[in-house]
DNA sequence: CTGATAGTTTCTTAAGTATCGAAGTGTGAG
DNA sequence: CTCACACTTCGATACTTAAGAAACTATCAG
């Protein structure tokens, strides 16, 4: 119902990336992913490890947050007090696959 | 000078791509230089053959086709009336590096 | 229940964006 | 020189965004 137009799909996703602070938001919980998943964990992590030195009140984290949710980038649950971060595996997907084009130019 | 922090930049790139009609010129752009590389001619095309369909006045997509050039995934140059754009292999070098996070993620 | 913690909602403000119409610039053809 | 073509610049308009302050909600400890 909404659009789903794979283009304006991808556009989306860029958007959300396309602020410097959520850009970072979202590449912490890619690392924090990485890092759990070394030591055998589950890939996520909640809010406030997220910020990773960025100084932002909470609001504009959660404002943020809320936007890379929509975008599809990542899912949220809550846990108790926190806010569990997940990074969406199909997001990434569909970002690998805008790749192609850019791997066979050149 | 400006703000050489690569995330920063990486930043300014999706936000190029985060209009649903820059990211379909920039798609066009990346599609005609791999047919222009299939039949062995250099990478890049001119405006009018970037609109691909799109619905937009001149003003509109010479906004774009500045944005994407500011942003440094394109390069232009002026041949005869025409504005050939350029996709930038820098540029693209950048984006790549994003991806091996998203690769290594999962 | 009380207080503390973690995150959310609402509202406001300043700044940025997308688009177009109208007028302007540069280039080549005749 | 004149004209048409391809693109650019300059408004103007309508819309979106980033950020925080203040007030709110949810969860847990004691």
Redesign the interface.
Known sequence: MAKP?P??R??RM??A????NR??LF?NL??E??LD?AKGRT?DCFLAKLLGGLELGAPTVSHHVKELADAGLIQTQREGKQLVCT?D?EA?AE??AF?P??????
Chains 1, 2 share one sequence.
């Open positions: 137009d283009v304006d991808l556009a860029f958007k990336l396309s602020n410097p850009l970072r590449m890619l690392e992913s990485r998943l890939h990074v595996p990434l970002l690998r790749l084009a850019l791997v066979a130019a050149r």
